[in-house]
């Protein structure tokens, strides 16, 4: 019963890693081919286009996290996790809430980056699981991954920074604790602290 316990989590891996290769080279795919068509609109139309497909690829993602905790994959949770929590959180905390960010260039560039990022990541992944990954591929991999990892970590920061007027404006998710003392919850004040949290705790696990 063993091998065929192994055999189904070796199948399983290989259609979750191919579903993600899939929805990251569709957006990669879909937002270049709009970019050349469309232009500059393009750009502040790509969370309309692309998000429903980028949300699914995100919530999805939580899976990885399950994958580690049951041992079916070899890897280091706590990047993982912080990871899975500052896209999901970013994507449906800081851009979803905000309709005025989601039309920001920003977006767009950090849609690029990420989905470049798992472009990287997943046929990687797939090849390891069958094979042993080419020597290129694992270079290429690596290699790529030490300029792009950066930029995606300040495409975060500067789309929280650009959403901050909004959340001020509107007061989204800021609330009034009223216990032990009396003290309203400005969520602007909540992202600023995580801009900086963020960025060297992403570099630090670069690291």
């Known amino acids: 019963s063993f091998p065929n316990r192994h055999n189904i989590r070796i199948i399983y891996l290989f259609i979750y890693n191919l579903l993600q290769f899939c929805g ?7 937002m270049t081919a709009r970019f050349f068509s469309f232009g500059e609109v393009a750009l502040a139309d790509t969370f309309y286009s692309i998000g429903v497909v980028m949300s699914f690829c995100q919530l999805l993602s939580i899976l990885e996290l399950c994958h580690i905790l049951d041992g079916i994959e070899n890897s280091w949770l706590l990047p993982r996790f912080l990871q899975v ?19 920001k260039y920003i977006v767009c560039v950090l849609f690029y980056l990420w989905s470049m990022l798992d472009l990287l990541k997943y046929p990687y992944d797939l090849l390891s699981l069958i094979s042993t990954p080419f020597y ?12 792009l990892y950066p930029l995606a970590i300040l495409a975060e920061v500067v789309t929280i920074y650009q959403s901050l007027p909004y959340f001020e404006t509107l007061g989204t998710f800021s609330f009034e604790l009223a216990f032990p003392v ?20 992403k570099l630090h696990i670069l690291q």
Do not use: D, K
């Not at 990251?24 to 879909?30: D, E, K, T, Y």
């Not at 290129?136 to 300029?147: D, S, Y």
């Not at 003290?183 to 960025?199: D, E, G, N």
């Open 85 to 103: 929590l500052e896209r999901n959180v970013l994507l449906f905390v800081v851009i979803a809430s905000q309709e005025e960010v989601q039309s």
């Open 182 to 201: 009396p003290l309203f919850i400005h969520f602007t004040y909540v992202l600023q602290f995580y801009m900086p949290v963020l960025a060297i705790g």
């Open 136 to 147: 290129t591929i694992a270079w290429i991999r690596h290699t790529l991954c030490i300029p």
């Open 24 to 30: 990251h080279s569709w957006i990669f795919s879909n």
